[in-house]
Nanobody
Framework: QVQLVESGGGLVQAGGSLRLSCAAS???????MNWFRQAPGKEREFVAA????????YYVDSVKGRFTISRDNAKNTVYLQMNNLKPEDTAVYYC???????????????????WGQGTQVTVSS
């Protein structure tokens, strides 16, 4: 079992940067890791994913070239570096984990078994 705790959210002006962290307990290195986000009144959506080995990453089109997902298995932490933030990036950001044996379906929320509590990101115009 994995427990996830996000941090690093906050209020930033458009064009600014934030780095989110997701600290994990348990066998972190055998889990694919994702970031999702949910804006008010909208469904939770996929943002970025990284495989358990760290060899592959995936992004939703709207964040490509601005966000970078990475992981440090020695620190049991996954990161989301967010640059050139836009007001439409405002949302609660969640990290999620799925064991590598379940396959890798980065955009499928239902395949992710473990979730953090979320961290608020607000981008002002």
């Amino acid at each position: 079992q994995v427990q996830l705790v996000e941090s690093g959210g906050g209020l930033v002006q458009a064009g600014g940067s934030l780095r989110l962290s997701c600290a994990a307990s348990g066998p972190f290195s055998t889990y694919h890791m994702n970031w999702f986000r949910q804006a008010p009144g909208k469904e939770r959506e996929f943002v970025a994913a990284i495989t358990w080995t760290g060899s592959s990453t995936y992004y939703v089109d709207s964040v490509k070239g601005r966000f970078t997902i990475s992981r440090d298995n020695a620190k049991n932490t996954v990161y989301l570096q967010m640059n050139n933030l836009k007001p439409e990036d405002t949302a609660v950001y969640y990290c999620a984990a799925t064991h590598y044996t379940r396959g890798f379906y980065p955009q499928e929320k239902r395949t992710y078994d473990y979730w953090g509590q979320g961290t608020q990101v607000t981008v002002s115009s």
